[in-house]
Each structure stands twice: as structure tokens, then as C-alpha cells.
């Protein structure tokens, strides 16, 4: 809150300088605050954290973006340094590029809008040298490249009412589980439903069945059977697939390219 409230103005974020904000932030700034309003999200299911999330993810597409794929260290805004870096490797920290990436891969399997999963496919495609040449360097990015070839679990738990119980141990199983490229969200039906349905159109139609907290497991939104089981919800989420023969194909092509 200090942050959004004295640092992001809605269109710009800036970097502190002991108490007052200060210069222009640059893509890492934006991109690991994007990333951690969306665990704040996962967190608590505030739609608030979720809206900034996208709206520090459209900056950062306005200002960082190269036209050739992926993201420079500095902004639009900057005074133009002689040569504008594209960072890739991991340090201390993972890489920029690496957390955008990885966000904007998670901002599409909750809003369903593939704008996101193309910029990440762009700074995947315009980053792969790294990801041949020396894959160690950026395991981060690895990550998101996995995460682009998965085919993420989109887990949807609805209560009856805020103090719905059962609701807490369905979602114990859904953050016990390691699910890394999962989208997870959870909505109270009534009014918070209607607002989490306008920035994630994967609640739409859930309900929690017979007034008990519902469990939903669903893949590119096609959806198991709902439950309100922890156990079988467990049994869900353990299933995995392996990559299909065609998506090795388009990787082994894209690697021949």
C-alpha cells in the first residue's frame, strides 16, 4: 500500500529515494511488483492487488517493450543510455525479462487474455540464444518457458458464504499441492463473485454447489467434476500429462529455427 500510494501514480512508477519517491523505476521494479501483487492476490482474493498487477504489466509492456521481443532495463522515460540492455541472466535475483515473462503468463491463464501470453512468447522467442547457449545462466527463464508449454491448472473454489469452513481446506489442498504453474482463485457467491468475474472471466457459471464450498479443476476452461471433497480434489490436482507429441514437435522446431 506505502508503495502504490506514494510511488505509483496509476501511469508511472518510481523508485524511492529515502522518503520521497524518486527517479523513474526500471524494469525490474515493475516487473517483480507486478509479480508480487499477484501473490498478494493469490493471498487474499482482493481484486484490488490483481487490477494493479495489470496495470503495472500494461506500463511495463508500453515502456520496456522491444519490438524484437522481450524487455529492456530501462524505459521509454529514461535519458537514453548509449546501449539499452536486455537483461537475461539470473544474478542474486532472477532477470527481469524472466519475472515478466513468467507474469504475463499468469496474468493470461486468469484473464483469458492471449495479449499477455504473446508478449511472453515474444520475450521467449527473442531471449532463446541464452536459453541454448547457456540455459544455466537463466533457470528462471527456463521456468517460464515451461510454464508456456505446460498445460496449467486453473483451480476455482467457491464459498457459499465468507465464513464457509470447508472452503479453507479445499484451498490447504490447492497451496499444499506443487502446482508451480497453476492459476488459483477463490470467490464468495454474490457480490464478490461479480467482482472477481469482470477481471477473470474463469469464474463465470461457478457456483458452490448445495450451499458447500465448491471445488473446480478445469484446463484450457474445460473443468473435472466439481467437489467439495478435499480428497478428491487432491486426487485432481496429482494427475499429470505428458507433453504432447505435436508440442515437442513445434519445441524441436522452434530450437531448429
Given at each position: 500500500?506505502?508503495?502504490?500510494?506514494?510511488m505509483?501514480?496509476?501511469a508511472?512508477?518510481?523508485?524511492?529515494?529515502?522518503?520521497?519517491?524518486?527517479?523513474?523505476?526500471f524494469?525490474?521494479?515493475?516487473?517483480?511488483?507486478?509479480?508480487?501483487?499477484?501473490?498478494?492476490?493469490e493471498?487474499t482474493f482482493?481484486?484490488?492487488?490483481?487490477?494493479?498487477?495489470?496495470?503495472?504489466?500494461q506500463?511495463?509492456?508500453?515502456?520496456f517493450?522491444?519490438?524484437?521481443?522481450?524487455?529492456?532495463l530501462?524505459?521509454?522515460?529514461?535519458?537514453?543510455?548509449?546501449?539499452?540492455?536486455?537483461p537475461?541472466?539470473?544474478?542474486a535475483?532472477?532477470?527481469g525479462?524472466?519475472?515478466?515473462?513468467?507474469?504475463a503468463?499468469?496474468?493470461?491463464?486468469?484473464?483469458?487474455?492471449?495479449?499477455h501470453?504473446?508478449?511472453?512468447?515474444?520475450?521467449?522467442?527473442?531471449?532463446?540464444s541464452?536459453?541454448?547457449?547457456?540455459?544455466?545462466?537463466?533457470?528462471?527463464?527456463?521456468?517460464?518457458?515451461?510454464?508456456f508449454?505446460?498445460?496449467?491448472?486453473?483451480?476455482?473454489?467457491?464459498?457459499?458464504?465468507?465464513?464457509?469452513?470447508?472452503?479453507d481446506?479445499?484451498?490447504?489442498?490447492?497451496?499444499?499441492?506443487?502446482?508451480?504453474?497453476r492459476?488459483?482463485?477463490?470467490?464468495?457467491?454474490?457480490?464478490?463473485?461479480?467482482?472477481q468475474?469482470?477481471?477473470?472471466?474463469?469464474?463465470?457459471?461457478?457456483?458452490?454447489?448445495?450451499g458447500?464450498?465448491?471445488?473446480?479443476?478445469?484446463?484450457?476452461?474445460?473443468?473435472?467434476?466439481?467437489t467439495?471433497?478435499?480428497?478428491?480434489?487432491?486426487?485432481q490436482?496429482?494427475?499429470?500429462?505428458?507433453?504432447?507429441?505435436?508440442?515437442?514437435?513445434?519445441?524441436a522446431?522452434?530450437?531448429?529455427?
Open positions: 500500500e506505502c508503495i502504490l500510494d506514494t505509483w501514480d496509476g508511472r512508477l518510481r523508485r524511492s529515494d529515502g522518503s520521497a519517491p524518486g527517479t523513474e523505476a524494469l525490474d521494479d515493475y516487473a517483480f511488483l507486478a509479480a508480487g501483487l499477484l501473490d498478494l492476490y493471498a482482493d481484486t484490488r492487488w490483481l487490477g494493479d498487477a495489470l496495470r503495472l504489466q506500463r511495463l509492456a508500453a515502456a517493450a522491444d519490438e524484437a521481443g522481450g524487455f529492456f530501462t524505459g521509454a522515460d529514461h535519458d537514453a543510455p548509449l546501449v539499452r540492455t536486455k537475461a541472466d539470473d544474478g535475483l532472477p532477470s525479462n524472466a519475472i515478466a515473462a513468467d507474469t503468463l499468469r496474468l493470461a491463464e486468469l484473464t483469458g487474455d492471449a495479449r501470453r504473446q508478449r511472453a512468447a515474444e520475450t521467449l522467442r527473442a531471449l532463446q541464452i536459453l541454448t547457449r547457456a540455459p544455466t545462466n537463466a533457470p528462471r527463464l527456463l521456468g517460464a518457458l515451461e510454464f508449454l505446460d498445460r496449467p491448472p486453473e483451480i476455482v473454489i467457491v464459498r457459499a458464504t465468507a465464513t464457509d469452513e470447508r472452503a481446506r479445499l484451498l490447504a489442498v490447492a497451496r499444499r499441492a506443487y502446482l508451480p504453474n492459476a488459483l482463485t477463490a470467490t464468495v457467491e454474490g457480490a464478490d463473485l461479480g467482482r468475474q469482470e477481471l477473470i472471466p474463469l469464474v463465470e457459471g461457478k457456483r458452490a454447489q448445495d458447500v464450498a465448491t471445488a473446480y479443476v478445469c484446463e484450457a476452461r474445460v473443468c473435472a467434476l466439481p467439495s471433497d478435499p480428497t478428491v480434489l487432491e486426487r490436482l496429482a494427475k499429470v500429462h505428458p507433453l504432447p507429441a505435436d508440442d515437442a514437435e513445434e519445441v522446431g522452434a530450437e531448429r529455427d
